[in-house]
T-cell receptor
Framework: DAKTTQPTSMDCAEGRAANLPCNHS???????VYWYRQIHSQGPQYIIH???NNETNEMASLIITEDRKSSTLILPHATLRDTAVYYCIVRVAGYNTDKLIFGTGTRLQVFP | GAVVSQHPSRVICKSGTSVKIECRSLDFQATTMFWYRQFPKQSLMLMATSNEGSKATYEQGVEKDKFLINHASLTLSTLTVTSAHPEDSSFYIC??????????????FGPGTRLTVL
């Protein structure tokens, strides 16, 4: 079973920041938080991952709470092309522990 | 990021036939590849983990004799759906992980293969 809970859906106006929350209250100390997104009828696309420090890349920022029980993915300036299902996944990083168990994700709708 | 391809992108077949789907890592070597299935409006479900040169590891409830997986090289894994039936119609997605950079690399996903069994 997935170890994360996310809201089913969210809306965001184009150009505004999209903040997608994720709860992972049972996360272990050696588990990373990964975010992927899936645009309709395509394979998932990696966005970002982190362990305990906040992370930022060209796509998004990841804010992880100090107790690591929740995190927020931030798309700073959402565009219509960011409309997708966003998945938050916890995973132990290691050569023999590669599994990504997908939950139901959050369906983000960016509107004009 | 690294590129993973799948072939074919979509396939329609008659009930009872077998269908082979290929997953290739184009610019990296993948010791491990994964196969997922996704039904309409549902999330991805992991079917099996494919390791180069060894037998695949199947998730609980996935029939290994029906979904044959071969990972004969570091850049190619195949999934064969044997004796396909309409209930096997789904979106099949593979992913691959590049181990060369260490244990913390992300998985890269293919574009998916839509299988329709008539």
């Amino acid at each position: 079973d997935a170890k994360t809970t996310q809201p089913t859906s969210m809306d965001c106006a184009e150009g505004r920041a999209a903040n997608l929350p994720c709860n992972h209250s049972t996360i272990s100390g050696n588990e990373y938080v990964y975010w992927y997104r899936q645009i309709h009828s395509q394979g998932p696309q990696y966005i970002i991952h982190g362990l305990k420090n906040n992370e930022t890349n060209e796509m998004a920022s990841l804010i992880i709470t100090e107790d690591r029980k929740s995190s927020t993915l931030i798309l700073p300036h959402a565009t219509l092309r960011d409309t997708a299902v966003y998945y938050c996944i916890v995973r132990v990083a290691g050569y023999n522990t590669d599994k990504l168990i997908f939950g139901t994700g959050t369906r983000l709708q960016v509107f004009p | 990021g690294a590129v993973v391809s799948q072939h074919p992108s979509r396939v329609i077949c008659k009930s009872g036939t077998s269908v082979k789907i290929e997953c290739r890592s184009l610019d990296f070597q993948a010791t491990t590849m994964f196969w997922y299935r996704q039904f309409p409006k549902q999330s991805l479900m992991l079917m099996a983990t494919s390791n180069e040169g060894s037998k695949a590891t199947y998730e609980q409830g996935v029939e290994k004799d029906k979904f044959l997986i071969n990972h004969a090289s570091l850049t190619l894994s195949t999934l064969t759906v044997t004796s396909a039936h309409p209930e096997d119609s789904s979106f099949y997605i593979c992913s691959a992980r590049d181990h060369s950079g260490g244990a913390y690399n992300e998985q890269f996903f293919g574009p998916g293969t839509r299988l329709t069994v008539l």
